[in-house]
């Protein structure tokens, strides 16, 4: 997946107003002297490390990522609670587990994010992923069915990924 | 101070409290380390979410203009997370620490050390 930087002046469009809106954020203000100043860091900054990258999948579809992030920060509000339960509870009644997850998704930036994802929702973590990155695996606080779990994983999460990275 | 603001900061204020010290009795009640793992990450990310929320109010209130870059740590936050628990999984399994004997499927754990297919 090999792309062109449209213009050599901004090789990184999206990065640079990432930077520039993060740059805002930080300084919690729109003057005009932050303005100029994130306005230059954002050109600089990509201009210096664009050499670095190494191409990624991008982000096809805006929707569908504001559907995903939407659900994944309302999962994080439910896997707070089952956390919360299963902490409060008899720790003797756990039956925490080892699994591994094949993964149909390729390219690193979609299997970091549904690393990351698998982390913060129910009583799930990543902990490995094996090195032909073909198998995630995930330590689960409390596991009632595999295969239901593999499966929810599977198509809660990994089916929209492959969707907004078309891959 | 209006009595409603004051009732929405506090009200965020507990529940924020509340959910970061169910992590921390989850960091010292569970079992083992990898059980462990999962009280700061996750109880840690609602409850340090509801206290930026409570101090973006406030913040917003006392200054008149809107403060946004609570915003940005909650964002920090959601990406390192995920991204410490696992580095320490890694870590726990390299270093073989005790997983607790009633675990199913322990003996992944050392596939996954050597990074092979289950």
């Not at chain 1, 090999?2 to 805002?24: A, G, N």
């Not at chain 1, 979609?110 to 990155?133: F, H, N």
């Not at chain 2, 809107?66 to 936050?77: D, M």
Request: proline letters at 6%.
């Amino acid at each position: 997946m090999k792309t062109k930087p449209r213009f050599r002046l901004l090789p990184m469009p999206l990065h640079s107003l990432i930077l520039f809106v993060v740059w805002l954020l930080l300084n919690n203000t729109v003057a005009p002297g932050h303005i100029v100043l994130g306005g230059f860091l954002a050109l600089t900054i990509p201009l210096l490390t664009s050499g670095m990258q190494n191409t990624q999948p991008g982000f096809r579809k805006p929707l569908a990522t504001l559907r995903y992030v939407l659900m994944v920060i309302g999962d994080i509000i439910v896997a707070n609670f089952e956390v919360a339960m299963l902490v409060l509870g008899s720790s003797k009644k756990l039956s925490p587990a080892f699994i591994a997850v094949p993964l149909n998704i390729e390219h690193e930036l979609p299997i970091t994010i549904l690393a990351s994802t698998v982390s913060l929702t129910p009583g799930t973590v990543s902990a490995e992923i094996s090195a032909d990155k073909k198998w995630l695996y995930v330590h689960v606080l409390n596991l009632t069915d595999k295969d239901e779990l593999i499966a929810s994983i599977k198509q809660r999460y990994e089916q929209p990924l492959m969707e907004i990275f078309e891959c | 101070m209006e009595f409603w603001i004051e009732l929405v900061v506090s009200v965020f204020l507990v529940a924020g409290g509340i959910f970061v010290l169910i992590g921390s009795i989850g960091l010292a009640k569970l079992p083992d380390f990898y059980t462990r793992l999962h009280g700061p990450t996750k109880a840690t990310t609602l409850g340090m979410g509801c206290l930026l929320i409570a101090s973006m109010i406030l913040a917003t209130y006392q200054q008149g203009y809107l403060s946004v870059h609570e915003l940005l740590i909650t964002l920090f936050l959601l990406i390192t997370a995920p991204v410490t628990a696992h580095m320490l999984a890694k870590t726990a399994m390299h270093h073989e620490l005790e997983i607790l004997d009633r675990t199913s499927g322990k003996e992944l754990s050392k596939r996954a050390r050597e990074r092979m297919n289950p």
